[in-house]
């Protein structure tokens, strides 16, 4: 985290950050109860897979943002942010399709049931996946990351379409969103607590990830440069 | 122990492992750094 923060209050942050989500996870299981709407136990997924597809659309947004940056400056930097964030964007997605499915199995009887949103995310990974192939099928540095930002800007505009428009276009198995169809949130007081203070936990985790990423990736390039 | 007690020790076992290893690689990296 050194990259954005001084080192004592990094290290402070992981530390925080440990315990945080430590008291998530309890909270998750002991202090809410299971919501009435849901199956069984099933509703305590929330908590993980809401958290896990707000990281993935954060570190798609990152990866435009720093894409644009490296268009715009041509810092190589710039390219390893976009492609370190374009990296975690992936992972947080598999992980949120992989614990939407578990809820589906429970929910609906099967893992899969090409459901808008299930069928909007398989597109969103597939055009994810390309991008990191795109990168790894060419061998000119500056070439790679002038093509992998123009593909990731132009990913990124997918995102919003596949994330919140095609969902709710279509009639979908996916219960509603934290702010509902009406605009309101109406999950119980402690549930609300439990998922917000995942959100920024997941965050955070993120964010820890990302300039660990980005530091492995610099020492890379370095080295090679050295080789070189 | 019931049920959910013990998904919630599986899942905090799996937290706490998956930071002591960012933390071990996050040191490693610091080292390469310097």
Known sequence: MEWIVPKLISEILKWVLLVWLAVVI??????????????GESSRIVFFHVPMAWVAVLAFLVSCVTSVMYLRRRNPKDDIRA?????????????????GAVF?????????????RQTSITILLLIYAAYLALRGA???PERRASLAAVYAILAFVTVPFLVFVVPRIYWSLHPDTIINTRGANEFDSR???VLMASLVGFTGLYVWL???????????QRRRQEVL | ????????????????????????????VSRLED
Request: one cysteine or more.
């Open chain 1, 26 to 39: 309890v909270a998750a299981f002991l202090y809410v109860q299971p919501a009435k709407s849901f199956i």
């Open chain 1, 83 to 99: 492609s370190v964030s374009a990296g975690l964007g992936l992972l947080f997605a598999v992980l949120a399709t992989t614990t």
């Open chain 1, 138 to 140: 060419i061998d000119d």
């Open chain 1, 191 to 193: 549930y609300t607590q």
């Open chain 2, 1 to 28: 122990m019931s049920d959910l007690m013990g998904i919630a020790v599986v899942t905090l076992m799996i937290w706490v492992g998956l930071f002591g290893y960012m933390y071990r690689l996050d040191r490693k």
């Open chain 1, 210 to 220: 990302y300039t660990i990423g980005c530091r492995i990736e610099t020492i890379r």
């Open chain 1, 104 to 116: 589906a199995k429970i929910m609906w009887g099967a893992y899969w049931n090409w459901d808008p």
